[in-house]
C-alpha cells in the first residue's frame, strides 16, 4: 500500500509538526524519492546490505519446536543473524546511505531497546557520520551492554530523563535537536513512526525481510500459512507482512500484554488504544480520556512504546492484518521455550510473537516467525526475572 499525497494509509498518518519543520519534511520526501528510486541507490544499497549487514538472512525450520507444538511446520526468518543483532540495520544503513547522499554530516536518533541505537552508531561508524543517540534514562539501565556498544562505534549517547524515560521521551529529544540542527542533520527515525514521509520511507528499507522469505518459501514450495511478528512502532512486522498482503496469508501482530490488562501496565496500543496525535502523526495511541499519553509497561524495551506506525493502524481498521498480544510472562517462557528446543537466544521482543504459536490451531502451510533479534542484550533482564522457568521446564 503507498499512502496518499499527504502521507496518509486510510484516515492515519500525515504530518503534525511544527512550521519550522514542515519545509525540512517537504524537502526530505522529494529527496528520497529522486534518490531512493533511483537503480544506482538501489543497488549501492544492495551490495551495503550484503557486505556490511549479512543479507540474505536464512529462512530456518525449528525442527524440534514443530515436533514439539504440533501445529505445523515453523520457521524463523533469522533476523538476529543481521550485523549487530537485530532487523534494525537494514532501515538504518538505508537511511545512512540516503544521508549521505544528501550530504548531511550529522545523524541524530533515538533508541529504546538498544538495537536501533547500536544499527545507528554502526553505519555512522562506516559512513564516516556524527552520531548522537538519545536513550531514556531506564532504557539505559535496562540495556547496559548495548550502551557501551554504541559508544564503541563512537556514538554520543545522551541520556534522557523526562517523562517515563523510555523510548516516547528519547524520540521527543532526538526530534528537537532535529529541529535546532536542520541543516546538517538527518533524523535517523527507527520505526515506522512519526511524520509523513518517515513511515513509508522506513517500511520501505525494511521490506527486504519479508521479500526474502517470499522467495525463500517459494523455492521451498512451501505455502505460507500464517506470519507471525512483535509490533511495537511496528518496522519488523511491516517490512515482514507487507509483501504478503497480496496473498491469503493469515498475518497476526503482536503486541506487549505487560503484566496487566489495566491502564499503565501494557503496551498493546491496537489492543487498548484510541486514535490521536503523537510524534507527528495520526495513529493508534494508548491515551488517558484528557488526551494525556499512558504510561507504558513490557518486559521488552522495544515494545515499551505507546504508539504504533500509522499504517498499522490501518490494516488494523481495514481486518487484513490481526493484532493481538502476549504477555511478560508467555515471553520470558517462549525466550526459554526457543533457547532449549532450539538453541537459540530470541529478543525478548520476537518472544512475544514466538508466545502466539501455542495459541495457533494445526495448519497445512509454513508457520513463519519474524524473530527480529537476538537475545543476547536481555539475559540481565531474564536472570534476574522470578518467572522464568526452571531448565528442562518449558512447555
Known amino acids: 500500500m503507498t499512502p496518499d499525497p499527504r502521507g496518509y494509509f486510510g484516515k492515519y498518518g500525515g504530518r503534525f509538526v511544527p512550521e519550522t519543520l514542515m519545509d525540512a519534511l517537504l524537502d526530505l520526501e522529494r529527496d528520497y524519492d529522486r534518490i531512493c528510486s533511483s537503480a544506482n541507490f538501489r543497488q549501492e544499497l544492495a551490495v551495503h546490505l550484503k557486505e556490511f549487514a549479512g543479507r540474505p538472512t536464512p529462512l530456518y525450520f525449528a525442527r524440534q519446536l514443530s515436533e514439539m507444538l504440533g501445529i505445523g511446520e515453523i520457521y524463523l526468518k533469522r533476523e538476529d543473524l543481521c550485523h549487530t543483532g537485530a532487523h534494525k540495520i537494514n532501515n538504518c544503513t538505508g537511511q545512512a546511505l540516503f544521508a549521505k547522499h544528501l550530504g548531511k554530516k550529522r545523524i541524530v536518533a533515538e533508541t529504546g531497546a538498544g538495537q536501533h541505537g547500536v544499527a545507528t552508531a554502526a553505519v555512522c561508524s562506516r559512513f564516516g557520520l556524527e552520531c548522537v543517540v538519545y536513550m531514556g534514562a531506564r532504557d539505559m539501565e535496562r540495556q547496559q551492554v548495548n550502551v557501551q556498544r554504541m559508544k564503541l562505534f563512537g556514538a554520543h549517547v545522551r541520556e534522557v530523563h523526562q517523562g517515563s524515560q523510555t523510548l516516547k521521551d528519547a524520540i521527543n529529544e532526538a526530534m528537537r535537536d532535529w529541529i535546532t540542527n536542520v541543516e546538517s542533520t538527518h533524523y535517523l527515525i527507527g520505526s515506522v513512526v512519526g511524520p509523513h514521509p518517515y513511515p513509508l520511507m522506513v517500511r520501505n528499507f525494511q521490506r527486504v525481510i519479508g521479500e526474502e522469505t517470499l522467495h525463500q518459501l517459494a523455492s521451498l514450495r512451501k505455502e505460507p500459512s500464517v506470519l507471525l511478528a512483535c509490533v511495537g512502532g511496528g518496522s519488523n512486522a511491516i517490512g515482514f507482512f507487507h509483501p504478503f498482503l497480496a496473498t491469503n496469508a493469515r498475518l497476526v501482530g ?9 491502564p499503565g ?10 486514535p490521536g496525535i503523537l510524534h507527528g502523526a495520526h495513529t493508534y495511541i494508548l491515551q488517558r480520556e484528557g488526551g494525556q ?3 507504558t509497561e513490557s518486559i521488552a524495551p522495544g515494545l515499551d512504546y505507546a504508539a504504533v506506525g500509522p499504517e498499522h493502524s490501518h490494516l488494523k481498521d481495514s481486518g487484513r492484518v490481526e493484532y493481538v498480544m502476549a504477555s511478560d510472562v508467555e515471553a520470558r517462557e517462549a525466550f526459554r521455550m526457543l533457547a532449549e528446543r532450539e538453541g537459540i537466544l530470541p529478543a525478548l521482543e520476537s518472544c ?5 504459536l501455542h495459541h495457533l490451531s494445526p495448519v497445512d502451510g509454513a508457520i513463519v516467525v519474524s524473530l527480529s533479534g537476538r537475545g543476547d542484550k536481555d539475559l540481565g533482564i531474564i536472570i534476574g526475572s522470578a518467572g522464568v522457568p526452571p531448565a528442562g521446564d518449558s512447555k
Request: charged share 20%; no cysteine; glycine share 12%.
Open 254 to 262: 503482536v503486541e506487549a500484554g505487560g503484566n496487566s490488562d489495566q
Open 265 to 274: 501496565h501494557n503496551s498493546a496500543t491496537l489492543k487498548f488504544g484510541k
Open 293 to 295: 499519553i499512558e504510561e
Open 352 to 356: 512475544h510473537a514466538l508466545a502466539y
